[in-house]
């Protein structure tokens, strides 16, 4: 896959919201200081008028969302994961997911392949923070594609919607003439049915990498790209445990709350299946080169292949 | 709506307040009864509604910033019509729509949802930059408690708000010096509290005497005339006002009654009203 097209999904998210400004009148985007590393300075350069830097308070950021939210307006509220999710996780169960406001919570940055600023900017809870608002969608788009498919999605969907977006460049992988993105619905990318492989994310390439990996072994892995984390598309997990009978979820995040955790809960209460969480074990990053880091914390498309073969066997 | 009648109705919102939480049997009284003169106000003079269509996007906005007071605020809506005295009653009730801290989602005429402190003022003050980038004329006024000023995010929206000269805010201070665990000095002194909303471009109104009404729709013509600047209006208040032994007692931030005690409490507040 060497010589495939990449792009950072912040830059899909710039984009995204630039193109979609085009078409609504009635949504402002909102940051916090960081427009030029979430990439949301594309959009104001182009419209300026309908962006506001709340500067380094994202507390006030969020809640201030929350009441342009009430005036019927759509505000898209962007930053950094750890400080967009992590430091105003009460701002936005309060003040955002009781009142079921309609604000649109974009993060950046996301995971260890926010790389070199290490540990304190590589948000890995931030998915499992914002599963637990009742009534909050949360997707993590896979590539360029699927991220402005999303934006759009959440755009349209009324009611708060948590997108993660990327910082490291990823494989454009959903360039197929039948894609389409539905909130709450996932796709297979590869048939097979030793084991199921359950990405999301940057993590949907490094699955598709994996899985060349197994086959290489004799192992034919289903991968499947679940952009939505809640809700999850249930039926694909169902149908995915019953032919494959084996389940590997990957996220580059947490393996407590997130991607993982949703699969265990269906699989246990409706299908019960041996599932290997693949992720952060608990545990924070490090300074370094994404890739690198994603090498080192096992997330990797061939240290996924390793942990699998292992498992499986 | 004259301002002479104003007292008359800023006692009534006492009443209510007493009567809903003798129904819900816990709750805040002190800061609620600190409060009734400044909603008074508010929804009888002031602000620019409907009751009648609680969602008209042209409506002037009131957030509950210090949303422990909602006793004060279910009475001045139930007292406008928003819903009934009965209504009114079912304070705290499971299964109720009058929730503990306002809910805007099922009570109606509550614009936002508050109840954590230091979150109300913020979403008054995006309701406020909303009106101003999509052109709106409606005016958006919160009130704060003085604990609740001890928010570092009160101060994140105070900056925003002065930055972006959100004349079209008036923020409120219900300023009787007490908190749960004591004095504001006591615990943790916000002072100067005129010279700090200032020093982040507000235009400051003091009322030495904050249940004064004439001197609070006063304070509120002025702020209409303040170009470029929000307004923040400071009430020197007495918690616990027009109870008596609630008045200034730290103890009463957020109990029950006995019968006895809602009763003299009643007493007095009917007193009041006929003079």
Redesign the interface.
């Known amino acids: 896959m060497a010589d495939v097209k990449k792009i950072a999904t912040r830059v899909s998210l710039g984009e995204g919201l630039t193109a979609l400004a085009a078409e609504h009148d009635d949504f402002?985007v909102m940051d916090a200081d960081v427009a030029m590393a979430t990439m949301t300075n594309t959009f104001r350069q182009k419209y300026p008028?309908?962006f506001?830097d709340?500067?380094i308070?994202e507390?006030?950021m969020?809640?201030?969302?929350?009441?342009?939210?009430?005036?019927?307006?759509v505000?898209f509220v962007c930053s950094f994961a750890m400080f967009v999710v992590g430091r105003v996780f009460?701002?936005i169960r309060?003040?955002i997911g009781?009142?079921?406001l309609n604000v649109k919570i974009c993060s950046t940055h996301g995971g260890i392949s926010a790389g070199e600023d290490g540990a304190t900017h590589q948000c890995n809870e931030d998915l499992t923070l914002m599963r637990t608002i009742p009534g909050m969608t949360v997707i993590c788009p896979s590539d360029d594609i699927e991220a402005r498919a999303a934006l759009k999605a959440a755009y349209e969907h009324v009611g708060p919607v948590y997108l993660r977006f990327g910082r490291q460049p990823v494989a454009v992988i959903n360039d197929t003439e039948d894609y389409s993105f539905t909130i709450g619905k996932g796709r297979v990318l590869r048939e097979g049915t030793d084991v199921a492989l359950i990405a999301c994310g940057i993590m949907v390439q490094e699955a598709l990498v994996c899985a060349e990996f197994l086959a290489e072994e004799g192992i034919q892995a289903r991968v499947i790209n679940m952009p939505t984390i809640k809700p999850l598309d249930e039926s694909l997990v169902l149908k995915a445990a019953e032919d494959c009978k084996k389940v590997v979820t990957i996220e580059e995040h947490s393996v407590l709350g997130a991607l993982g955790s949703a699969v265990c809960e269906v699989l246990s209460e409706k299908r019960p299946t041996p599932v290997k969480r693949i992720g952060m074990q608990d545990c924070y990053g490090e300074s370094g080169p994404a890739l690198g880091l994603l090498d080192k914390y096992g997330l990797s498309g061939k240290r996924i292949a390793e942990t699998v073969k292992n498992w499986i066997r | 709506m004259q301002t002479s009648n104003l007292p008359k109705i800023a006692n009534e919102i006492r009443l209510n307040i007493i009567e809903a939480l003798h129904a819900s049997g816990s709750g805040h009284p002190g800061g609620s009864l600190s409060t009734a003169d400044i909603l008074a106000c508010l929804y009888y003079k002031e602000m620019n509604i409907d009751p009648s269509n609680p969602d008209w996007p042209a409506r002037d906005r009131f957030v509950l910033s210090k949303g422990h007071a909602a006793p004060a605020l279910y009475s001045v809506l139930s007292m406008k019509g928003y819903f009934s005295h009965e209504d009114l009653l079912t304070l705290r009730k499971m299964g109720g729509f009058l929730q503990g801290h306002p809910d805007m989602k099922h009570t109606p005429g509550v614009d936002m949802s508050t109840g954590s402190l230091g979150q109300g003022v913020s979403a008054a003050t995006g309701m406020a930059l909303s009106a101003k980038l999509f052109g709106d004329d409606f005016r958006v006024y919160t009130l704060l408690g003085d604990g609740e000023i001890q928010e570092g995010q009160v101060w994140e929206a105070a900056m925003f708000a002065g930055s972006h000269k959100l004349d079209n805010l008036v923020v409120f201070v219900d300023n009787n010096n007490l908190q749960i665990d004591g004095t504001l000095e006591e615990v943790n002194s916000p002072y100067p509290l005129d010279d700090k909303f200032r020093a982040f471009n507000f235009h400051v109104i003091v009322l030495e005497d904050g249940h004064d009404t004439a001197a609070i729709c006063a304070a509120l013509d002025e702020a209409r005339t303040v170009k470029s600047k929000p307004t923040c209006i400071i009430c020197k208040t007495i918690k616990g006002k027009g109870v008596s032994f609630m008045e200034n007692q730290v103890g009463w931030h957020g109990k029950g009654m006995t019968e006895e005690q809602y009763l003299q409490a009643k007493e007095e507040l009917e007193k009041a009203g006929e003079a």
């Open positions: 402002i008028e309908r506001v709340c500067g308070a507390a006030n969020m809640s201030m969302a929350a009441g342009i939210a009430t005036t019927g307006r505000p009460e701002q309060n003040s009781y009142p079921h």
